[in-house]
């Protein structure tokens, strides 16, 4: 059975920063890309970053670039959204996604609020 556990979200304040985490099992981790996802309340899930598999090439939406980096460690099946200089805009249920082929898996997310 294919799990993946997202956490470290919480509430931060504008400026701030925070490292998400997304902890897989029940696959072989270091076959699939991966990808953060967010969805804000009344918005549709949009991608964040994405990673390759061996975690060589890495893609982002345009307005986390310079502020957020994905990362993967193959050795731990965890991969990781490292998010600084968070904005209000930012706000949103953070989710990951494991994916080969035509096959996806998801977390179940984790609440990121950035808020003064």
């Known amino acids: 059975q294919v799990q993946l556990v997202e956490s470290g979200g919480g509430l931060v304040q504008p400026g701030g920063s925070l490292r998400l985490s997304c902890a897989a099992s029940g696959l072989t981790f270091n076959a699939y890309a991966m990808s953060w996802y967010r969805q804000a309340p009344g918005k549709e899930r949009d991608l964040v970053a994405h990673i390759s598999s061996s975690g060589g090439t890495t893609n982002y939406v345009s307005s986390v670039k310079g502020r957020f980096t994905i990362s993967r460690d193959n050795a731990k099946n965890t991969v990781y959204l490292q998010m600084n200089s968070l904005k209000a805009e930012d706000t949103a249920v953070y989710y990951c996604?494991?994916?080969?082929?035509?096959?996806?898996?998801w977390g179940q997310g984790t609440q990121v609020t950035v808020s003064s």
């Open positions: 996604s494991a994916e080969l082929y035509r096959t996806r898996y």
